[in-house]
């Protein structure tokens, strides 16, 4: 189940520091339906961004909706030898440390990199992404 829920998490996504433009934390909710847009990487050892990959037409299809009540429910779609594939819906439980900026989906544990009202961003890798031997980030990008 997690390798379905987020499969297109296995993207590119990178790290990404908060800005001075957040929202007021009292006013950020993560209930709703969220769509994929893109994915980053972030440079390890200096911060700055190695690539931008915006989702495909047939991700963008794919929706996360962090229900009130803690559950998760992701439509994933991926392309697949040149098809828009729909690998069905998964739930999962999730909670949220806003707080501390952790996010747990179905007993994995993800950094959130920045969380506005309309843009949330999740590290879901950490690998090397160009090759200075400094470990970098991936993150998730979605919008609502």
């Known amino acids: ?4 829920l987020f499969l297109a998490v296995s993207a590119a996504f990178v790290f990404s520091s908060c800005s001075n433009d957040d929202d007021d934390n009292n006013s950020i909710n993560i209930v709703g339906v969220w769509r994929q847009s893109k994915t980053l990487k972030i440079s390890g050892s200096n911060g700055n961004l190695i690539s931008t990959e915006t989702a495909s ?11 009130a009540n803690n559950q998760l429910t992701s439509h994933i779609f991926e392309n697949d030898a040149n098809n828009c594939t ?43 992404f160009n090759d200075d031997n400094i470990e970098d980030h991936m ?3 979605l919008t609502k």
């Open 57 to 67: 037409t047939c991700n963008q299809k794919s929706t996360y909706d962090f229900n």
């Open 1 to 4: 189940m997690k390798k379905i």
């Open 139 to 141: 993150i998730l990008v």
């Open 86 to 128: 729909d690998f069905g819906s998964q739930t999962a439980p999730y909670s949220y440390d806003m707080p501390n900026k952790k996010i747990v989906i179905d007993g994995d544990s993800y950094d959130v990199a920045k969380h506005t009202s309309n843009e949330i961003q999740i590290v879901v890798d950490y690998g090397q």
